[in-house]
């Protein structure tokens, strides 16, 4: 456990208690006894035409309401789901909510079907008849950008949606040219299905008196989903369109985006004026969901005679699917942009990226959305490199380690602070006696490997965030912030910072988030965000009603604001016992006649946080692997995290964050593996009876070491923590198996280290290939 975990800001979160005790109201858990219920019809195929569509079937059943198709939903003016990908240029095929012609990938939405109940629904799409006509698919990114590969798109020629170019590349030339030791890797950061506990669901509504619609839904960011809906998909001002969550069961960036059953969903309970509800099983969510990384690279790294690092120089294919997810691009060109590099003091870095479509499932951000491919890259370059030079890899990272700040990055990413090297040396100095331990090893026939790695997260997410504070009658105030919790405990944490900067107990604030109607504007989760970019706004906002209080007090006690103390709540004039307390200064600014001239009724206050700064959590893990050669199981033994996120709101929290990560880490690098056949394009791992997740079993005991270094890129000196465990394990976890294999010859591998992978790359090096 981390030494915060004795802290007393390490308060037990507020809302487990109804988590644990089964209080939790998700979607699937509100009553609606009016609502109709939706069912899609999907693709089987992977890349089809639709020859023939005949839905009269199951028009004719009984205890059918709707049947929907692309022609109709187009018939109504629905436009096609955007991308907002911040790249250029960008080519967005046209995607709209159900297939239109032809299929591109499994699970395709084809018809949406409204009955009397889920079961009706099933029935009747089953019923429903579709001629296809299958055509080639390809689902390897580099193989859809190869010359003859199956055509997605005739927008997209050679199936190529973006080509972009960042960095240096004439520098980059140049620095290989006159370098000592240019050591090339390829890495392959494998494609990840996001499993959330919760699948996607949704409830829509739709008032005809006011001509609203109104969703309840499994979601993140409602504000920004909300705006894409209003603006491009029913064309309608945004206030026309209310979206809310209640408790979210796990996103991990998936829950993030515009899906086509938000669509289908609104737009069925404005046609049939009756609530619509949808709820995804999990091999449905397998197949529809977004899915994350899948990016391919190669990266060539230049050093000199002394071993410090030149140049790096990364090109890579991002595999984004068949459509482009809302920041579909995003995730491999803007987010990974501002890692490459990582922690290393790199003078020139060249990044060349393709995006290409296949026949797979959409990706888009995915937890860390850009910044694990980038860490991941330069980290496997850097191993590899120690190899060729026969360097202890630790040093040699100790070497090229960024060491004064503040610091501007060959990406143009300005570090203000950090101790990388005091990170490494820490993480380092926990987990000696590892020759001792490797000799044991080898004495019981088995291979043990020591793995450590780095990472820089670049946290901020969307710029700029709003929070609101409101002063109820009852005596309790309501916290209302844009950022959106799924499950991190921001009912505790903001709770926390709000009761240590008005001096009231914790439990008079109510935490209020992910509703259009009572939050006024936000760009939700994602991108570690929360606490940098939410936080802030939230202190703002406090600080602007403090300010405000402050007039009223001096005008009701009266006194000049400079007489006036602030304590627990209570305003006092300095030197009398003259005091009036927050409770009672809020009732009294909702009367006009109380207020002192020109100020307004009400203590409450709206704060848009306008920024865009990033902040910089870094850290330095280490792990310890032991391979049995005969099965090529692997058993991670030991981790262990040294990581800086700023001052901590609540340890045992961010410790909680933390450990979540690393799981998702050490899942990607072990066990998760997404796997499409070649040939049909069909999603080969989709179930969990296919798909592997992390067990109990196969997580260690984990060692963590937070060390609090503020940051003053805003007023809480925070760092985002929610992404980083995710970053940093990938590396660390592959350089402890790589490290383990290498005396047995083998010099390669590729995410995930599964036994099967780990005993044929054994087999391999034994037959001399």
Known sequence: MADGSQDTRSIRRFEDARFLTGHGRYVDDIAEPAALHGYVLRSPHAHALIASLDVSPAVSMAGVHLVA?????AADGLGHMPCLAAVK?????????????????????????VADSAEVAREAAERIEVDYEPLPSVVDGRAALVEGAPSLWDEAPGNLVFHVQRGDHAAVAAAMKDAAHIVEVDVTNNRVIVVPLEPRAGIARYDAATDTMDLELTGQGLHGIRRQLAEFIFKV?????????????????????????????????RRLKRPVRWLADRAEDFVTGAQGRDIDATARIALDATGRILALDVAMVANLGAYLSGNGPGASVV?????????????????????????????????????????????????????????????????????????KTAMGMAIDFGDFVANLDAAVARAPGFETRRAESRARGRLRGLGVACFLETSRGAPNEGAEVRFEPDGSVTIAVGTESNG?????????????????????????????????????HGGARSMHMGGAALVKAMEAALAKARRL????????????????????????????DLATLAGSAEEAANLPEGMSPGLGEHVLNITDVFTFPSGCHVAEVEIDPETGAIDLLRYTAVDDYGRLINPMLTEGQVQGGLAQGIGQALVEHTVYDPHSGQLLSGSL????????????????????RPTDANPLGVKGSGQAGCIGAPQTVMAAVLDALRPAGVERLEMPATPARVWEALQGAKQGH
């Not at 967005?92 to 018809?111: I, M």
């Not at 709540?569 to 009036?580: K, L």
């Open 69 to 73: 198709t692309a022609d109709v939903l």
């Open 237 to 269: 001002a945004p206030e026309r369109i209310q979206l809310h969550a209640p408790d979210v069961g796990g996103g991990f960036g998936m829950k993030n985006f515009l899906y086509p059953e938000w669509i289908l969903l609104l737009w069925a309970a």
């Open 335 to 407: 987010a990974a942009s501002t890692a490459q590099g990582g922690v290393y003091d790199i003078p020139a870095i060249a990044v060349d990226v393709r995006g290409a479509v296949t026949n797979t499932v959409p990706v888009d951000a995915y937890r860390g959305a850009g910044k694990p491919e980038a860490n991941y890259i330069v980290e496997r370059a850097i191993e590899a490199a120690a190899r060729v030079l026969v360097r202890d890899p630790a040093d040699l990272r100790r070497q090229n380690l960024i060491a004064s700040f503040p610091h």
């Open 488 to 524: 991190q405990g921001h009912e505790t944490s903001f709770a926390q910072i709000a009761s240590r900067h008005l001096g009231l107990p914790i439990d008079v604030f109510r935490y209020v988030q992910a509703d259009t109607r009572a939050v006024r504007s936000g760009a939700g």
């Open 689 to 708: 009876m296919d798909y592997a997740l992390p067990r109990a079993t196969d997580l260690p005991y984990f060692d963590i070491q937070l060390i609090e």
């Open 89 to 113: 240029p960008l080519i967005v095929p046209p995607r709209p909510a159900l297939a239109a012609g032809r299929v591109r990938h499994v699970g395709d939405p084809v018809c949406f079907v």
């Open 553 to 580: 007090a001096a005008h009701l006690l009266q006194a000049s604001e400079h007489e006036l103390d602030y304590d627990q709540g209570r305003f006092t004039v300095r030197g009398s016992d003259r005091a009036i």
